[in-house]
């Protein structure tokens, strides 16, 4: 399958700070595609590079086989952005922004109408399209980012924060118009500090930082490299930890009634676990097993990297991960 995006030791220098760093990652064609980082990782620059928006120091970067500076509007007319923050024409009618949006891609008026047309009604709002952007409510606002970026029908879908700030209904009723556009063949980049956005949406997950790619790999993936938790409460409190010969348990504690038993094997240590207290006439009355989830695992990377920075320098501080938005 060829790649939608593919970046090569990607740089991206301003004076004696580098926002990126030697970064290679590859998005193939369709896929569904999360950018974790912390502030400061390098996330916004990296899709600024792609659209033409800053130019790269060194490496290289396509969209689609076109080099993102020596083949600019190719790349460009594939992808469609949607931005953190709002940088929209406030003085037209939304309509009508989409159609002078269109007609930059060099799409005649009457079809930019009809684009324009069928980008508010996937997004929702199409029963507002007279009215001018700084009317819309918060949430309205969102989805008009969302229909801009699909005005000019793009390949790639570069979604920057898309539900800051929105609710939970909103957030996944946008959810669903990107899983739509992602089943009809769209490749989306998706950057998000909401770290079960990119869980339950992406089929593959970049986290970086420091303007550097950390890991990639599935969701599923990353969570399996944690360890499950499985807690199971005893009718009675025991004097001592019971004995529970495993090779595949890492840790056991008491806590009041109840055993917590970390494994990397939850679903198949749990069983063994029933039968081995029950030989010691301990009762389980409850059991509950727990994956280590996605934002886990995205803190205990960046924080492993901090800490191995701060090593370096040093100094012996660690300084605390952060999930929020892009740089």
């Known amino acids: 399958m060829s790649l939608a995006i593919s970046t090569t030791n990607l740089e991206k220098n301003y004076g ?4 990126l760093d030697g970064l ?14 912390p502030n400061g990782a390098g996330k916004t620059t990296f899709i600024n590079i792609l659209v033409g928006l800053v130019r790269k120091s060194g490496g290289e970067a396509s969209v689609f086989g076109h080099d993102v500076e020596d083949d600019y509007r190719a790349a460009r007319d594939r992808i469609g952005l949607a931005p953190q923050e709002f940088n929209v024409d406030r003085f037209f009618p939304i309509r009508e922004v989409l159609i002078h949006k269109a007609g930059y891609h060099g799409i005649s008026t009457k079809e930019a109408g009809e684009r324009a047309d069928r980008a508010l009604r996937t997004v929702g709002i199409y029963e507002k399209r007279e009215t001018r952007f700084d009317w819309l409510s918060g949430g309205m606002k969102r989805r008009f980012m969302l229909a801009r970026a699909l005005v000019s029908d793009p390949d790639l879908l570069i979604l920057d924060e898309p539900t800051a700030g929105v609710d939970v209904e909103l957030r996944h009723d946008l959810w669903d118009i990107i899983t739509d556009l992602n089943d009809d063949g769209t490749t989306v ?15 593959s997950v970049a986290i970086m930082d420091s303007g550097s790619k ?21 009718r009675e409190q025991p004097t001592r930890i019971p004995t529970l010969d495993d090779e595949r348990i890492d840790n056991v504690a008491l806590d009041d009634d109840t055993l917590v038993v970390t494994t990397a094997h939850g679903g198949e240590v749990a069983p063994t676990l029933v039968r081995s207290l029950d030989h010691q006439d301990h009762t389980v ?8 989830s996605l934002e886990e695992v995205f803190v205990s990377l960046t924080s492993h990297k901090q800490q191995t920075e701060d090593e370096s320098d040093g100094r012996e501080t660690e300084a605390p991960a952060s999930t929020g938005g892009s740089l």
């Open 16 to 19: 004696d700070v580098r926002a």
């Open 214 to 234: 950390l890991t990639v790999a599935s969701p599923e993936t990353l969570m399996a490299r944690g360890n499950d938790t499985v807690r199971l409460r005893l």
């Open 189 to 203: 980049l998706l950057t998000t500090h909401y770290i079960e956005e990119a869980e339950q949406l992406c089929d």
């Open 24 to 37: 290679s990652l590859s998005v193939e064609q369709g896929e569904f595609f999360g950018l974790l980082g």
């Open 285 to 292: 009355v409850d059991i509950d097993i727990s994956r280590t």
